[in-house]
């Protein structure tokens, strides 16, 4: 036990030694910090939104919208495809999240059929389909597979993650952390952001922008009702005061993507805040058609299913550009601008869960988070000083040792601390002392029972290795729990837990049984205070 | 030089003498803690009962009934306003609504946060924590199975570790601590919240931690003097290992100390859990751990290997014991 040659001694001092300069560049100071070579800036520590300052935002997506939005898409594809095919269609219907519509003429219905076989893919291995066909008669139904709509979420829950990847930095030289996290949800995290009410406007905003025809035929009993005649509909317009809505009609002149830029700008002729958009081709073309055959009548700038601004075509648009009003303020148009830019959501998303921490309250909490781990370090160091002895020396440079390695070992990870990770920290410098103690107890009960000191002490070490490792199991069972069930913080405080378990057993096992074989090989010791 | 000696070198403190105070004592704080919390509950946070929780920082000490008055003139239910520190850092707790939605609950937040720069110019707002219904269910639902598996987990690896009667006492010890932590959040009415259940988990590890330590000798012990009573023994390991229960114990209990004297007050619930935690954990690794398993039968025949040979050696062992103490 006490056998060290000399290998192993280099070996131990070794990784002991570049343990701790693993942390070195986590607790210089950012000013030094800032000069060292970018490889060794990035063996780093990262801290946890607590302390740093920042914004965590939990996002579920509407998965209702994805199944709804195929669906309308289905049903607008059906259409244009069986008035290509001169294929009579009536009963269409989306209930019951299935589309179904009736071939007038039977001796069409295999044509139909056919082509409504032929949509979609399949999905994943097998030879699941995402849409299911049947026909009952001449009536057809088409539902869409969970297997189809599990790979439509997916795949927009993706978009929506590059989406507010673009949103947010417009915003600017934050370091966004975007996440999916289970099927429909994604963790944004923004260290340093003061006030998260900007972004979760920019976030929450769907930023569907449509231009539609207004439908001036519809009168107002029906308006009132909300029954739209065939190829309309009925939106709350937002300019027209409280409960206004405004028909228009179902097919978009100019969709979102067909959007090349927006920008923030001011109305030359009265100065208010006004979001400038620039079309695409595609676009530009298609709203110079649209302009020069309705000059004089009004159409609908539609946002997230609301009427902004519903103005009249003066003129044939032909620029390719357009400017839209509504009660803007600079930031609120600036928002809209971003959230044109980076194209729309594809899903709804709210926000389900908020913490945000100042960058004040984060330095307090570091700052009176270092002095209580120095204190406690200190305190636990001199009450093992008094208690062992000599012995506590060594048990005292595994301490400091351990400190150093844990901040070492986090930093080789880049793991994350929090807040209660410096508890985690604090506790750990206690309960690393077990090991010592542990050992210290048993070379005691040795001299008592009369052996000589260095039998006693080797002896020591052999009987309490195994209290040691099951000890420290439990403490590993419980941390590994804590970091597969918890959130954020918690994690961080469990990855303290876990590092501070297998360095403190590292350093009192391996690293001060080194150190008192060293000492004891040198001095002979015949008798020992302990 | 004199070493401190929190514990005397030799002891022979007769443990068992005081198991009925022991029994008494667990029960007393047992029953207390479940009464505590049948009657007050646990006051539990934004994390698992949804709402809002926002730290504000003053820069002069707010007139808490003026606040009060402003905020709740705002239509957000009851809000709960307290210290939290000192009388310059108020934390402000709204619950959630009955089947609120999530723009009801962020549009809530902003409005407080606005009436909070209104009238008090100057105010930092230094934290907003806002939770669903939804969400708070999911992480209540995931903190009782992390402590369900931390303790069942545990609780096996001491049965596999040792014998049933080990991972029993273990379980046991385990529930009594837990059950007399949590009666304390319930008596102190101190938020319930993530920093809680991590504080519940540490003390889960750490319990038993020690409770291992002990049975380890408990076993060493077993094998070693086979002709002893299993109470006699029972104490012997307890004394045999006190010194290092109380010193290592000791040192966590100074480095929590610390933490709960000068640490950050955010953390507060975490560190003051740990804190009782851990004196509630020495003192059942000294009772309840160990006497537990005298009515579970562990006795000198538990860690002996199960073949006719040994079992005959044993026998022969025995009777000579028997002899020996007849002489």
């Known amino acids: ?530 | 030089m004199r070493l401190l000696k929190l514990v005397p070198d030799n002891t022979n403190i007769d443990f068992l003498r005081w198991r009925m105070f022991a029994i008494l004592f667990s029960l007393a704080l047992l029953s207390a803690s479940v009464f505590f919390l049948a009657t007050r509950g646990l006051n539990l946070g934004v994390d698992f009962s949804g709402g809002q929780m926002i730290h504000v920082a003053f820069q002069q000490p707010p007139q808490l009934d003026e606040l009060r008055e402003r905020i709740a003139g705002i239509d957000v239910g009851e809000p709960t306003i307290q210290e939290f520190g000192s009388p310059r850092e108020i934390s402000i707790r709204i619950p959630r609504a009955e089947d609120e939605t999530v723009e009801q609950a962020n549009a809530i937040a902003t409005r407080v946060r606005a009436a909070i720069t209104e009238h008090y110019p100057g105010a930092r707002i230094d934290s907003v924590e806002t939770v669903t219904g939804k969400i708070s269910e999911e992480l209540a639902w995931d903190g009782g199975l992390s402590l369900l598996f931390a303790m069942l987990g545990v609780a096996a690896y001491i049965w596999i570790r040792f014998e049933w009667q080990f991972g029993i006492g273990g379980l046991v010890s385990l529930i009594h601590d837990f059950t007399i932590v949590l009666g304390f959040y319930s008596v102190t009415q101190i938020d319930f919240s993530l920093n809680a259940i991590a504080a519940l988990l540490t003390l889960i590890g750490y319990s038993l931690n020690d409770t291992v330590v002990v049975y380890d000798r408990i076993r060493e012990n077993l094998r070693k003097y086979r002709k002893m009573e299993i109470e006699p023994l029972l104490n012997l390991s307890v004394n045999e290992t006190l010194s290092r229960t109380i010193n290592t114990n000791t040192a966590v209990l100074l480095a929590i100390t610390a933490l709960l004297i000068l640490g950050p007050d955010v953390i507060y619930d975490l560190t003051i859990g740990i804190f009782v935690g851990v004196i509630i954990g020495t003192y059942s690794s000294i009772y309840v751990a160990r006497f537990l398993l005298v009515p579970f039968g562990v006795g000198p025949d538990s860690f002996v290997p199960k073949d006719p040979v040994s079992r005959a050696e044993r026998g022969a062992g025995r009777n000579e014991g028997f002899d020996g103490a007849q002489v």
């Not at chain 1, 056998?3 to 942390?23: M, T």
């Not at chain 1, 923030?264 to 079309?279: C, M, W």
């Not at chain 1, 595609?282 to 649209?290: I, K, Q």
Request: glycine residues 10%.
């Open chain 1, 1 to 530: 036990m006490l056998n060290f040659p000399r290998w192993k001694v280099w070996g131990i001092s070794l990784i002991c030694a570049l343990a701790v300069l693993l942390g070195v560049p986590s607790l210089l100071p950012p000013s030094v910090d800032a000069h060292l070579p970018a490889w060794a800036q990035r063996i780093h520590i990262n801290l946890g939104l607590d302390l740093a300052g920042g914004s965590h935002l939990l996002l579920e997506a509407e998965t209702g919208d994805v199944a709804r939005q195929r669906l309308e898409a289905m049903e607008e594809l059906m259409r244009t495809e069986m008035r290509r095919s001169r294929v009579g269609v009536a009963e269409v219907s989306t209930a019951g999240g299935q589309l179904s519509f009736l071939v007038r003429d039977p001796a069409q219905l295999d044509t139909a059929l056919i082509w409504a076989r032929g949509q979609g893919q399949t999905v994943g291995i097998g030879a699941q389909r995402d849409w299911e066909v049947d026909n009952e008669g001449n009536r057809i139904t088409m539902r869409q597979t969970q297997g189809g709509l599990d790979l439509a979420i997916d795949q927009a829950m993706a978009v929506a993650r590059e989406v507010i990847d673009r949103r947010i930095n417009a915003l600017g030289t934050l370091e966004p952390t975007i996440i999916r996290q289970g099927t429909s949800r994604i963790v944004v995290q923004v260290p340093g952001l003061q006030d998260p009410e900007a972004l979760k406007a920019l976030i929450g905003r769907t930023a569907r922008l449509e231009f539609k025809l207004v439908d001036s035929t519809v009168t107002p009993e029906q308006l009132q009702s909300g029954r739209a005649p065939v190829g309309s509909q009925i939106l709350p317009y937002a300019e027209g005061g409280q409960g206004a809505r405004i028909a228009v009609q179902r097919r978009s002149i100019i969709t979102g993507d067909m959007i090349a830029d927006a920008q923030q700008a001011f109305d030359p002729t009265d100065g208010t805040p006004v979001v400038t958009i620039r079309f695409d081709s595609n676009g530009s073309h298609r709203f110079a058609r649209v302009t020069q055959e309705n000059v004089n009548k009004p159409f609908a700038i539609i946002l997230d299913n609301v009427v902004i601004s519903a103005p009249n075509i003066q003129e044939p648009i032909m620029g390719g550009s357009a400017q839209i009003r509504g009660s803007f303020t600079v930031d609120s148009a600036n928002q809209l601008a971003i959230s044109l830019r980076s194209g729309r959501l594809p899903v709804e998303l709210n926000v389900v869960e908020e913490r945000t921490v100042g960058p004040e309250l984060g330095a307090d909490s570091i700052r009176l988070g270092i002095i209580a781990s120095i204190a406690a370090a200190l305190v636990v160091m001199i009450f093992i000083l008094v208690t062992y002895g000599p012995f506590g020396l060594f048990a005292n440079a595994a301490l400091v040792l351990n400190g150093l390695m844990i901040v070492g070992v986090m930093a080789f990870f880049n793991a994350t601390l929090t807040l209660p990770g410096i508890a985690g920290f604090v506790l750990t410098l206690g309960a690393a002392v077990d090991a010592n103690v542990i050992i210290n107890e048993r070379i005691r009960e040795e001299l008592r029972r009369g052996r000589k000191v260095i039998d006693a002490i080797e002896n020591g070490w052999k009987e309490a290795s195994t209290a040691i490792l099951d000890a420290n199991i439990t403490n590993t069972i419980a941390g590994a729990l804590m970091f597969y069930f918890g959130s954020g913080p918690i994690r961080g405080f469990a990855v303290v837990l876990v590092i501070g378990i297998i360095t403190s057993a590292f350093t009192a096992i391996t690293v001060a049984r080194m150190m008192v074989a060293i000492w004891a090989r040198r001095t002979r010791p015949k008798a020992l205070v302990l």
